[in-house]
C-alpha cells in the first residue's frame, strides 16, 4: 500500500512540473506577442509622426514660394512692408513678410492661412475623418513647429555619382565680402561611413597616386576638387588666367586625404597644407600659385582625423586672396565650387566663410569677432519641422537650394561632359520660374 501512494505522488510531481514548464512557455509566447506589437504600434507611430514632419516641409515649401513672391512684390512696391497681422482676414504678403522676419513654430500654417492670423496651434495632417450620422473626429497626425531660416551660417549640401559638382553663390550680405578672410570646407561626415581608406596616398613613398576612373579602388574619405572664382568691380575674361602681387581671380585646390598628420605639413617639396594640432590650413600665397601657369599645381595633403568627435573627419580652413586689383570683390561673382573627382563615395559637404576683424556685413553673424561666421543667404533655406502622431513625436530638418533672383535660376553641372571615345554630350537646365525653384 505504501509503495503504490509514493507512486502516485511521483506522477503528481511530473504533472506540476510539467504544467509550471507549459505556463512559462505560454508565458514566454504571450510576452513575445506583446512585445512585437507594442514594436509594431511604435514604429507605426514613428512612421506617421515622421509623415507628419514631411507633410510640413512640404508645406513650408509653399510657404517660402509665397515668401519670394512677397518680396518681388514689395520690391516694386515699397509700401508693402512688414507689419504685425491684424486680425483673421485674408492673408496678405505684409502679414507673409512679418511671419518670415519674425520667425516662430507658426509660421508656415500663419502663411498658409491654417492657422488664424491670432492663433497659435498645430495643424492637423489628413483634415478631417467622418464617423457616423454627422459626428467628426480630429485625426492623430500634425506637424507642432515648423521654422523657415533664410540666413544659415553655413552651405551644406551631398555629392554623389550622379551630381559630382555643385556651384554656390557666396552671398553674405552688403559689406561682408571684402571682410571675409577664410572659407572652411568640411568634408565626409559622420554619416556617410566611419570606415576610412586613404588608398589615395602612399604612406611608404611619402607620394599621392591617383587611381584610374576605371580603378576598384576607392579612397575614403575622397579626394576633393575646391574651385574660388571672384572678381572686383571690373575684370576681363583674361584676367582669370593672371596672378598678380598676391592676387587671384581663381583658385583650384586638390585635397587628398591622410590619416597621418606627421606627414600634413608645411613642405615646399610637398606643396601640402599646414597642420598645426588643431586645422589644416592654405595659405593665400598657396592659392594664387594654383592659378599661376609657371608654378605646377600640387595637390594638398589634408589630414582626416579618424578618432574625430566632429560631425565631418575632414576639414580645412582656406585663406582667402583679394582679387585682380586688389578689390573690393564683386558681389556678384563671388562663388564656390566643389566636385568629387572620382565620383565616389556619396559625401556631405559644409561650407563655412569666416572674417577674421570687422563686423562680417551683418550684426547676425556669429562668433567672436576674430573668427566671425557670415550668414550666407539667397543660397539655401533650413525647413526645421516637427511631427506628431498621437504622442509621439519625430523631428526633420532639410536644406533646400534657393534660386538668387540677382544671379539667375542655378547653375549647370558641366558646360561639356566628355562621355568617352564615342561623344561628347552637352547638358543645359532651364528654369521657367526664375525666381524660385526646388
Not at 18 to 46: G, K, P
Not at 58 to 63: F, G, I, L, M, T
Not at 176 to 195: G, T
Not at 407 to 429: I, N, R, S
Amino acid at each position: 500500500m505504501l509503495k503504490k501512494y509514493k507512486k502516485g505522488a511521483a506522477s503528481f510531481y511530473i504533472v506540476a512540473f510539467s504544467t509550471l514548464i507549459l505556463v512559462l512557455i505560454a508565458t514566454s509566447f504571450a510576452l513575445v506577442i506583446t512585445s512585437e506589437i507594442a514594436r509594431t504600434s511604435n514604429d507605426d507611430l514613428s512612421q506617421s509622426a515622421y509623415d507628419s514632419a514631411l507633410a510640413g516641409t512640404e508645406d513650408a515649401k509653399v510657404a517660402y514660394s509665397n515668401y519670394r513672391r512677397c518680396v518681388e512684390a514689395a520690391n516694386n512696391n515699397p509700401s508693402i512692408r512688414a507689419e504685425v497681422p491684424v486680425g483673421n482676414g485674408e492673408v496678405t504678403c505684409k502679414d507673409i513678410l512679418y511671419w518670415m522676419e519674425h520667425p516662430d513654430c507658426y509660421m508656415v500654417g500663419h502663411i498658409l492661412g491654417k492657422i488664424p492670423k491670432s492663433e497659435q496651434a498645430e495643424v492637423v495632417v489628413g483634415g478631417v475623418e467622418k464617423t457616423g450620422a454627422g459626428g467628426e473626429t480630429t485625426t492623430n497626425q500634425a506637424y507642432t513647429c515648423v521654422i523657415i531660416n533664410t540666413e544659415l551660417n553655413d552651405y551644406r549640401t551631398t555629392l554623389t555619382a550622379s551630381k559630382r559638382v555643385q556651384t554656390m553663390k557666396a552671398s553674405v550680405g552688403t559689406g561682408a565680402y571684402n571682410e571675409v578672410k577664410k572659407l572652411k570646407l568640411s568634408w565626409y561626415s559622420v554619416r556617410n561611413d566611419a570606415s576610412l581608406k586613404f588608398t589615395n596616398y602612399n604612406e611608404t613613398k611619402n607620394m599621392v597616386s591617383f587611381p584610374a576612373f576605371g580603378s576598384s579602388t576607392i579612397s575614403v574619405p575622397p579626394t576633393v576638387e575646391l574651385q574660388i572664382v571672384q572678381t572686383g568691380p571690373t575684370f576681363t575674361l583674361g584676367q582669370f588666367d593672371q596672378t598678380a602681387s598676391g592676387q587671384t581671380n581663381r583658385g583650384t585646390l586638390y585635397l587628398v586625404p591622410t590619416g597621418n598628420s606627421n606627414r600634413a605639413r608645411n613642405s615646399a617639396e610637398n606643396y601640402i597644407g599646414i597642420w598645426n594640432g588643431s586645422s589644416n590650413r592654405v595659405s593665400a600665397g598657396q592659392v594664387v600659385k594654383t592659378n599661376d601657369r609657371w608654378v605646377m599645381n600640387r595637390s594638398f595633403l589634408t589630414y582626416c582625423d579618424k578618432n574625430s568627435t566632429a560631425e565631418f573627419y575632414c576639414s580645412v580652413e582656406v585663406e582667402m586672396p583679394m582679387p585682380i586689383g586688389g578689390g573690393p570683390r564683386n558681389n556678384d561673382t563671388f562663388m564656390i565650387s566643389i566636385a568629387l573627382p572620382y565620383q565616389q563615395p556619396d559625401t556631405d559637404f559644409s561650407i563655412e566663410l569666416i572674417c577674421t576683424s570687422g563686423t562680417c556685413g551683418t550684426a547676425a553673424a556669429t562668433g567672436s569677432p576674430e573668427d566671425r561666421r557670415a550668414k550666407i543667404n539667397n543660397t539655401q533655406i533650413s525647413i526645421d519641422s516637427t511631427g506628431r502622431a498621437n504622442d509621439l513625436y519625430r523631428r526633420v530638418e532639410t536644406r533646400l537650394e534657393t534660386a538668387d533672383t540677382t544671379f539667375g535660376a542655378g547653375y549647370p553641372y558641366y558646360a561639356l561632359e566628355v562621355l568617352g571615345p564615342d561623344g561628347f554630350q552637352k547638358m543645359m537646365t532651364v528654369n521657367y520660374e526664375n525666381y524660385f525653384y526646388f
